[in-house]
């Protein structure tokens, strides 16, 4: 009864308008690609369910306490940064960047921490500050990556999960933006049926 | 077994196992959601997505506390 619903193709074509522009804004916001498509309801679904756990991750990763390094908070979406320093690269960003603008806060900071500048919005999607000793740079009150592990503790692993699913997610949606939903194979066994209501 | 399960004898909620939930949920849904175009067949494949993971799960669950047992 179920694979009657499950396992079917689409029965019209769908108007994708421009494929390589709904796949950007699909990368751009999760869900926007299918929102200049029409596809409201899909765009309504890929929207809760990528930002939800995005969203979720980045409070995960948060917290108000104090470092025992820095002396400062630990502040907001810790789990999601960007550093490709030698030694400190964060591969998980290469997934969560996938969910597009949301995750874009990282690449700015990662910038100015670099350049010796201090970071914004009180250290939002920073990267942890490197453990020196003695440190009278304009980021002396941003936690290190021993404060994040010990103040955040279990939750620096669930944000970091939470916020890569979010964005390995994304990649699904930014192909069904650009090509439609992946169907079986037609003419096959199970494409012979139509999608029905 | 029961320690593995409820966190030192803790309450059932305060497990760490619920964090999954939202994720099985979101995956099943995005899943089903990136093979068919109509809300009906989405829901129905999603259930049947998030059944398996759940499945799944509970084999990987059943074996480790196995193991857990043997040690």
Known sequence: MIAKFVEKPVP?????????????????????????QGRRAKAALFFLCIMGLFVFGLYLGSSNEQCKDSKGKIGYGRAVYFS???GERTWPYLCQVCVGLPALPAM?????????????????????????????????LQPTLHDLHRVLNRYFELAWVFTTIAGLLNV??????????MTTTPGGKKGKETESD | MFNLLFADGSRLWNNDLWYALPAIVAVSLVYAATRHERMRPIWLHAGRVAGWIIG???????VLVFLSWLT
């Open chain 2, 56 to 62: 799944f799960m509970s084999i990987v669950c059943v």
């Open chain 1, 108 to 140: 700015i900071q990662a910038s100015r921490m670099s350049h010796n500048k201090k970071v914004w919005w009180g250290g939002f999607m920073a990267p942890p500050r490197p453990a020196v000793r003695n440190d009278q740079g304009p980021n002396k």
């Open chain 1, 12 to 36: 019209e074509s769908i108007d994708l308008k421009d494929p390589a522009l709904a796949a950007f804004l699909a990368w751009l916001i999760p869900g926007l690609g299918h929102l200049y």
């Open chain 1, 84 to 86: 490709w320093k030698k």
């Open chain 1, 172 to 181: 699904l949606v930014i192909y069904d933006a650009w090509a439609g939903p």
